[in-house]
């Protein structure tokens, strides 16, 4: 972890590796290494336990050295070092690893309490759902904007990319598609004339039953009637079938 000031303005880094903390100092001399046992944060003089308690360290840990800490426990170290400076401005690079879920709900506390600006980088899609404002997406060698969450980009992508491979594969089927150049038989040329009237015929006749099961009469049989439904249905949709398939062939040639 480190912090640069450019005029008045300040940048905090935080390092994932922490690679600023000492092994050979304990927790007290890191945060109070000219002394003492206070630390300033945001204008108020803290104990420096009761500052270290809202990162999960107990007591105990203040004259544990830091080589003898945990990954995590580490980077809870380098987070309470981060956020106990006055910032402008925090980038971050995958804060979340080696974090347990505690330590990235005070995480996730503090960035959301933070007054200023905040860059960061990171695979967590949880986190960055709940802290991003604003994403920048590296695509193509170029940057794209977004404003929608993270889960929402995702999909949104994922959509795109579904239609686009529709697409190329309607148009490799229109491309790849031969055309028959084969004549219509004379069968064919009778069918093309004569399945209209057929389609029309049956669609009517499915009409008066679909009337008569809809209104059914005293003495009606509805399950014989629901039978004949449904074969003429099927007929009326395997002669469409068919007639499609012949006006295809015929625009075809």
């Known amino acids: 972890m480190e912090h640069s000031k ?43 336990f009761g500052y270290l308690k809202n990162f999960l360290f107990p007591k105990e840990f203040l004259d544990r050295k830091i080589g003898a800490l945990s990954g995590g426990e580490k980077s809870r170290v380098a987070l309470a070092l981060l956020f106990s400076k006055e910032y402008d401005c925090l980038i971050l690079d995958e804060p979340t690893n080696d974090l347990d879920i505690p330590t990235i709900n005070i995480l996730e506390e503090y960035l959301q309490s933070f007054q200023g600006a905040l860059f960061f980088v990171s695979h967590d899609r949880y986190f960055v759902d709940k802290i991003a404002k604003k994403l920048f997406i590296l695509k193509d060698q170029k940057i794209e904007e977004s404003h929608h969450s993270f889960s929402e980009y995702l999909e949104i992508q994922n959509e795109l990319k579904e239609y686009t491979n529709i697409a190329k594969e309607l ?6 598609k031969p055309k028959n150049k084969t ?37 009606s049989d509805l399950t014989t009637l629901a039978l004949e439904y449904e074969n003429k249905k099927a007929l009326c949709e395997e002669k469409i079938t068919q007639y499609l398939e012949l006006e295809e062939k015929m625009e075809n040639l």
């Open 183 to 219: 004549k219509l038989s004379y069968n064919e040329k009778r069918l093309l004339e004569l399945l209209p009237k057929e389609i029309e015929s049956l669609e009517q006749e499915l009409k008066l039953l679909e009337k008569k099961l809809y209104t059914p009469q005293k003495n």
């Open 6 to 48: 450019r005029g008045d303005f300040k940048i905090g880094y935080f390092d994932q590796h922490r690679e600023m903390l000492n092994d050979s100092k304990d927790l007290l001399e890191t945060f109070c290494p000219f002394g003492g046992d206070h630390i300033e944060v945001k204008g108020k003089s803290l104990h420096i």
């Open 171 to 176: 148009q490799k089927t229109k491309v790849e």
